[in-house]
């Protein structure tokens, strides 16, 4: 295996030392004659899948099972494939895999659960709390990141202001969350310091970025 030995930094970037690496005879020629070689660069996460990441996709696996009827296994081995397929990566294993195959494995499924408007289990919607990109579908998906209902509101983490159109604003700079109807009125009862300890999403707010400000003002997405 090709390993890095030595490295240095310079405005940001890193020079660095390769060792072990394997040279066909035209790049050996390009280098030979004071030219630079073109290479692609990756370096191997040896970050083993964790506990928590193999709860999150198998009660992923569970909630489309319980809405579609097809066995978890068959689903599992599915979505490997198509994520091998278009990462080219060799077979998949939830034993031993790293940890960065297995995020893109759930934002695969994610991905899937969102776009065929999949129910999710509440213990399933509070296990993923903590992954961002759950959080920002549920959220342009309109679905309660605490309970999962649909419909939900975009709430505001910072109060926009009586007397103040929302339609005519722009929300950049604000923080917004879906929220069903009971837990946005419950973020206005007991205040959002509160309610951010109580379900811990006090790092989980969505920046209002181009999308979310068309949504906040009423007006149409792509």
Known sequence: ????????????????????????????LLLDNNYPLDVNF?????????????????????????FTGQ????????????????????????????????????????????????PLNYKTSDLMKDDNYFIYLSTINRTCVICGKKNSDLAHRYAVGRGRNRNKIDHYGNEV????????NEQHQIGIDTFNTKYHLTDSWVQVDGRLNKMLKGEKTD
């Open 177 to 184: 969350l879906a929220l069903c109807r009971s837990h946005h």
């Open 42 to 66: 990756e370096v191997v996460d040896g970050k083993k899948i964790t506990v928590k990441q193999r709860k999150k996709i198998f009660a992923l696996l569970n909630d489309i099972y319980l």
């Open 1 to 28: 295996m090709s390993k890095v030995t030595k490295y240095k930094q310079s405005n940001g970037r890193y020079s660095v030392v390769v060792e072990g690496v394997d040279l066909p005879d035209d790049a050996l």
């Open 71 to 118: 066995p978890q296994e068959d689903l599992r081995q599915q979505f490997q494939f198509y994520l091998e397929m278009i990462k080219g990566y060799e077979r998949i294993s939830l034993t031993d895999t790293t940890r960065r195959i297995a995020s893109e494995l759930i934002e695969v499924i994610l991905a899937w659960v969102f776009q065929h408007d999949i």
